[in-house]
Nanobody, 124 residues
C-alpha cells in the first residue's frame, strides 16, 4: 500500500512561485510515474504533468508553457512540482498521484494512488 502526502500549497500573488511536494510512504517506492493534476471549483480535474520515476523524463500539459517543473528525489521518495509565474487561473486543488505500471498517464483514471490534495490560490 502506498500513501502520498502533499504539502506546499498556499496563497501567492500573481507572478509568484510555489513548490509542491508529494512524499510517499512505505519501504520502497518505485512507481512507473508520478503525475500531477489539478481541479478548480466547478471544473473537472485536469492533467498538469507527469514524470517517469526511473528516468526522470517529464511531460506537461500545454497550459504549463515552461512555467512548471517536475522533479523527484528517489532517496526521499518525494516528487516536486515547482510552479513559477503563477496566474490567477492556476488557482485549484493540486493532487499528486502514482502510476504503478506502464500506461500513457494522461488520464486520472490510470493512476493507482492519490494524495489528499493541496490548495493553491493565486491572487491578482
Amino acid at each position: 500500500q502506498v500513501q502520498l502526502v502533499e504539502s506546499g500549497g498556499g496563497l501567492v500573488q500573481a507572478g509568484g512561485s510555489l513548490r509542491l511536494s508529494c512524499a510517499a510512504s512505505g519501504r520502497t517506492f518505485s512507481p512507473y510515474a508520478m503525475g500531477w493534476f489539478r481541479q478548480a471549483p466547478g471544473k473537472e480535474r485536469e492533467f498538469v504533468g507527469a514524470l517517469t520515476w526511473s528516468s526522470g523524463r517529464t511531460f506537461y500539459a500545454g497550459f504549463v508553457k515552461g512555467r512548471f517543473t517536475l522533479s523527484r528525489d528517489n532517496a526521499r521518495k518525494t516528487g516536486y512540482l515547482q510552479m513559477n509565474s503563477l496566474k490567477p487561473e492556476d488557482t485549484a486543488v493540486y493532487y499528486c498521484a502514482a502510476l504503478l505500471e506502464l500506461r500513457v498517464g494522461l488520464r486520472d483514471d490510470e493512476y493507482d494512488y492519490w494524495g489528499q490534495g493541496t490548495q493553491v490560490t493565486v491572487s491578482s
